[in-house]
């Protein structure tokens, strides 16, 4: 009885859809996996990390440039080398295509686990980068 009341417990759903059904107390619902609610949500979640991806490369070159960083990752420091350029857009193409494989399989339980990830990745590198600004600019204001 308890877990009718307040547990939930998988049941029939439609075709390809996994569904859950709530106790009284949550309210009979249907909480489908796959819906396009879900799936427009993953998508803009997808061009936030594309546009975090594009502010990471401009401020890496702002750093590299100003003389206040290198780049780590071999790759991107051999891509940097052939110019600013082809640095972003090589860094734009894979994670872009990245993105689109994760898409493809957006319907994995992991596949949207990465983009979350991703997702996570580049909002720290953000801060990261934003609070470096902050410490230059009050550098600045100081001197």
């Known amino acids: 009885m308890a877990q009718a009341l307040i547990g939930c417990f998988r049941h029939q759903a439609g075709p390809g859809q996994k569904a859950l059904w709530c106790g009284p107390l949550a309210r009979m619902c249907r909480l489908r996996v796959g819906t396009a609610r879900h799936f427009s949500w993953l998508h803009g979640v997808i061009a936030v990390v594309l546009v975090l991806n594009a502010l990471d490369g401009i401020l890496t070159l702002y750093w590299i440039f100003s003389g ?8 991107m420091e051999t891509l940097l080398r052939l110019g600013p350029v082809v640095f972003i857009m090589a860094k734009m193409l894979l994670v872009f ?47």
Do not use: D, K
């Not at 339980?109 to 470096?132: D, E, G, K, Q, R």
């Open 68 to 75: 206040a960083a290198t780049e780590a990752n071999p790759l």
């Open 97 to 143: 295509l990245g993105s689109m494989l994760l898409w493809r399989l957006r319907r994995h339980a992991w596949a949207v686990c990465a983009v979350f990830a991703a997702f996570l990745a580049y909002y720290y590198i953000l801060l990261y980068h934003l609070s470096a600004l902050n410490v230059a600019v009050v550098r600045h204001l100081v001197e």
